[in-house]
């Protein structure tokens, strides 16, 4: 067993992209004509590589190693630096992009799963590379030329990284309160004054430069979100050759500690406050990124784009976790079976102990549901870019409008629960530092709050997705899904067996929803939807796993390892659709009463 087999497991992403997402039919595009089935495995084993070899083995020692700041510098063990630059090597900071900045112009569903290695390895480290990709995406999508030149081809290569700067220490997850301001200069430039906080990747010296991208209001703008505008805000400035310069006026006023990713610096910034003074005066130099007014709808783009990133991070920690519960339940001997009285008989691996095999299938079941999920959707942005009809173009958008808080919030919350039950399986030693899983329990658990918390994902799936557009992006998610359950009809067996269930739940979520919204109550509506955000989340899970099936049943039952695999799949559903998809009736019971209990709730009662 390699290494890399306890990060991801290969078999499962090729079953996903070839056996069921057919990628390889994604290079008959011209975006994507210089690619082949044996370039995306190419990829994928070079990504795979790199992981295990470069990024794995610091995993711990980044976390007990975490940054310091000693007032002056930061630090970081070394072992962060170099991963990060062979990283670089690979060229898969432009794996998406453009071939005319450097890319290469890989299906994003392949890049997904090319980073997810990245992520399972240590997501610690991982987040430089994830942040700095969101940020030169967004730029290449809304800023301009000289913009793109300056500062989107150096973070390309790995001289310079990106951040997003969102977060007020007074406003929290609450933009309308933002309150660092922009003060235009006559040179078209501007000048940044505030403080963002739980600001990730915002100080360290593993780059040249760190591109911050910022969120400020301008002299005059409307209150609340609708006044908010965008500035590229570099920690250093450049000279018209585009060589280093002066610092600009940005400083870290110290490291926030968290439970998790330890090895990612997580920062409360000042911005202006005169430490550094760019070209003799206080105010750190930023440049406007498209419209004044326009900076949260242009700043959505990097923000949807870490919320999928999130959710693949969420699974790709539930993975490995699973993974090496899996191989300590096979090597671990403790007990005997129930019917063995005989104390002189061997013991027997733990994984003979049908409650092992339980918390183990429990884990397959989320892992590998989310995995189809965050690839589902990586899929659907290669639609949206590429199709060749504008209609599904469209429609590939819409319902990744609508899947994106689930594909963020549900591995968060599910694949955290694997690594619950990763520890479990591995008894008192799980509890220690002795093995990994200890460390990506808490780093998971900060999946939760990245990006935005359950309920503020919650709130954006009942609140503004499945009302969009008078609902059609939920029309469209239940007519994909009965789609999935009209063939699993026709193909007959074991497909035909789970059918019914989904059909079931499906026609509940079109129920509850109308439910929700028919006393025309936000308040209300809205009291419980981090349950509605659960019991959906569920029945799209249950779709991957019916999507999988389908394909297990298509190839047969063949022999071997092969056969071994396809019988878990199967297994693994039949896990989900007895134990998991059951659970969501009687949240839709919950939800289609129009329970007041939370709303009701007062204040004085706690």
Same mark, same amino acid.
């Given at each position: 067993?390699?290494?890399?087999?306890?990060?991801?497991?290969?078999?499962?992403?090729?079953?996903?992209?070839?056996?069921?997402?057919?990628?390889?039919?994604?290079?008959?595009?011209?975006?994507?004509?210089?690619?082949?089935?044996?370039?995306?495995?190419?990829?994928?084993?070079?990504?795979?590589?790199?992981?295990?070899?470069?990024?794995?083995?610091?995993?711990?020692?980044?976390?007990?190693?975490?940054?310091?700041?000693?007032?002056?510098?930061?630090?970081?063990?070394?072992?962060?630096?170099?991963?990060?630059?062979?990283?670089?090597?690979?060229?898969?900071?432009?794996?998406?992009?453009?071939?005319?900045?450097?890319?290469?112009?890989?299906?994003?569903?392949?890049?997904?799963?090319?980073?997810?290695?990245?992520?399972?390895?240590?997501?610690?480290?991982?987040?430089?590379?994830?942040?700095?990709?969101?940020?030169?995406?967004?730029?290449?999508?809304?800023?301009?030329?000289?913009?793109?030149?300056?500062?989107?081809?150096?973070?390309?290569?790995?001289?310079?990284?990106?951040?997003?700067?969102?977060?007020?220490?007074?406003?929290?997850?609450?933009?309308?309160?933002?309150?660092?301001?922009?003060?235009?200069?006559?040179?078209?430039?501007?000048?940044?004054?505030?403080?963002?906080?739980?600001?990730?990747?915002?100080?360290?010296?593993?780059?040249?430069?760190?591109?911050?991208?910022?969120?400020?209001?301008?002299?005059?703008?409307?209150?609340?979100?609708?006044?908010?505008?965008?500035?590229?805000?570099?920690?250093?400035?450049?000279?018209?050759?585009?060589?280093?310069?002066?610092?600009?006026?940005?400083?870290?006023?110290?490291?926030?500690?968290?439970?998790?990713?330890? *090895?990612? $610096?997580?920062? +409360?910034?000042?911005?202006?406050?005169?430490?550094? /003074? !760019?070209? %003799? &005066?206080?105010? =750190?130099?930023?440049?406007?990124?498209?419209?004044?007014?326009?900076?949260?709808?242009?700043?959505?783009?990097?923000?949807?784009?870490?919320?999928?990133?999130?959710?693949?991070?969420?699974?790709?920690? *539930?993975? $490995?976790?699973? +993974?090496?519960?899996?191989?300590?339940?096979?090597? /671990? !001997?403790? %007990? &005997?079976?129930? =019917?063995?009285?005989?104390?002189?008989?061997?013991?027997?691996?733990?994984?003979?102990?049908?409650?092992?095999?339980?918390?183990?299938?429990?884990?397959?079941?989320?892992?590998?549901?989310?995995?189809?999920?965050?690839?589902?959707?990586?899929?659907?942005?290669?639609?949206?870019?590429?199709? !060749?009809?504008?209609?599904?173009?469209?429609?590939?958008?819409?319902?990744?409008?609508?899947?994106?808080?689930?594909?963020?919030?549900?591995?968060?919350?599910?694949?955290?629960?694997?690594?619950?039950?990763?520890?479990?399986?591995?008894?008192?030693?799980?509890?220690?530092?002795?093995?990994?899983?200890?460390?990506?329990?808490?780093?998971?658990?900060?999946?939760?709050?990245?990006?935005?918390?359950?309920?503020?994902?919650?709130?954006?799936?009942?609140?503004?997705?499945?009302?969009?557009?008078?609902?059609?992006?939920?029309?469209?998610?239940?007519?994909?899904?009965?789609?999935?359950?009209?063939?699993?009809?026709?193909?007959?067996?074991?497909?035909?067996?789970?059918?019914?269930?989904?059909?079931?739940?499906?026609?509940?979520?079109?129920?509850?929803?109308?439910?929700?919204?028919?006393?025309?109550?936000?308040?209300?509506?809205?009291?419980?939807?981090?349950?509605?955000?659960?019991?959906?989340?569920?029945?799209?899970?249950?779709?991957?796993?019916?999507?999988?099936?389908?394909?297990?049943?298509?190839?047969?039952?063949?022999?071997?390892?092969?056969?071994?695999?396809?019988?878990?799949?199967?297994?693994?559903?039949?896990?989900?659709?007895?134990?998991?998809?059951?659970?969501?009736?009687?949240?839709?019971?919950?939800?289609?009463?129009?329970?007041?209990?939370?709303?009701?709730?007062?204040?004085?009662?706690?």
């Amino acid at each position: 067993m390699s290494s890399s087999d306890l990060l991801l497991s290969r078999r499962d992403l090729a079953f996903l992209l070839h056996d069921w997402l057919d990628v390889a039919r994604l290079t008959e595009r011209p975006r994507y004509a210089e690619h082949t089935r044996e370039t995306v495995d190419e990829v994928l084993d070079l990504a795979a590589r790199v992981a295990a070899e470069r990024f794995a083995p610091h995993n711990r020692a980044a976390d007990t190693g975490e940054p310091t700041f000693d007032g002056q510098r930061v630090r970081t063990i070394p072992q962060v630096k170099a991963a990060l630059e062979a990283f670089a090597e690979t060229g898969l900071l432009a794996a998406t992009m453009d071939e005319s900045v450097g890319g290469l112009q890989l299906p994003h569903t392949v890049a997904a799963a090319a980073f997810a290695w990245f992520q399972a390895a240590n997501v610690g480290t991982s987040a430089y590379p994830m942040l700095t990709l969101g940020n030169a995406n967004l730029l290449l999508a809304h800023g301009s030329a000289e913009q793109i030149d300056t500062w989107v081809r150096p973070m390309i290569e790995g001289r310079f990284f990106g951040t997003m700067c969102l977060s007020e220490p007074q406003a929290g997850s609450s933009l309308a309160d933002l309150t660092t301001r922009a003060e235009p200069q006559d040179d078209g430039t501007y000048r940044i004054v505030g403080t963002k906080m739980w600001i990730s990747g915002g100080d360290h010296e593993l780059a040249e430069n760190i591109v911050h991208l910022v969120l400020a209001r301008i002299p005059g703008a409307p209150p609340g979100v609708k006044g908010l505008s965008l500035f590229i805000v570099p920690k250093v400035l450049l000279d018209d050759d585009g060589n280093l310069g002066p610092r600009n006026d940005v400083v870290l006023v110290g490291l926030n500690h968290k439970l998790g990713y330890r *090895g990612t $610096t997580n920062t +409360l910034l000042n911005f202006g406050e005169g430490v550094h /003074r !760019p070209y %003799g &005066r206080a105010g =750190a130099v930023g440049y406007l990124v498209g419209q004044p007014h326009q900076g949260l709808a242009v700043m959505f783009h990097m923000m949807n784009e870490a919320r999928i990133g999130i959710g693949a991070g969420a699974t790709a920690l *539930g993975y $490995t976790a699973y +993974l090496k519960s899996v191989a300590y339940a096979r090597q /671990r !001997p403790q %007990g &005997r079976p129930v =019917a063995d009285k005989d104390p002189t008989t061997p013991q027997v691996p733990i994984v003979a102990h049908s409650d092992v095999r339980r918390m183990l299938l429990a884990q397959k079941s989320y892992v590998e549901g989310a995995l189809a999920l965050v690839l589902y959707c990586g899929r659907l942005l290669d639609e949206q870019k590429t199709a !060749p009809a504008e209609a599904d173009r469209e429609r590939a958008q819409l319902l990744l409008d609508l899947l994106t808080p689930i594909t963020k919030s549900w591995p968060a919350q599910w694949c955290l629960v694997a690594n619950d039950l990763a520890i479990q399986v591995h008894g008192g030693y799980g509890y220690t530092r002795d093995y990994d899983v200890e460390q990506h329990w808490r780093d998971n658990r900060l999946n939760a709050i990245h990006e935005g918390t359950h309920g503020i994902q919650a709130l954006d799936l009942l609140g503004r997705k499945v009302t969009m557009r008078d609902g059609a992006a939920l029309e469209l998610l239940l007519e994909t899904i009965r789609g999935t359950v009209t063939r699993a009809w026709k193909a007959e067996g074991f497909a035909s067996e789970l059918a019914g269930q989904l059909g079931a739940a499906v026609d509940r979520i079109a129920v509850v929803t109308r439910r929700l919204w028919a006393p025309g109550d936000p308040e209300l509506a809205l009291a419980n939807a981090s349950v509605y955000l659960e019991a959906v989340g569920h029945v799209v899970i249950a779709w991957m796993w019916l999507e999988q099936v389908l394909v297990v049943e298509a190839l047969g039952s063949p022999e071997g390892a092969e056969g071994e695999f396809l019988a878990g799949k199967r297994q693994a559903a039949r896990y989900f659709y007895r134990w998991e998809l059951p659970k969501v009736g009687a949240q839709f019971d919950l939800l289609e009463g129009l329970d007041r209990t939370t709303l009701d709730m007062r204040e004085s009662w706690f």
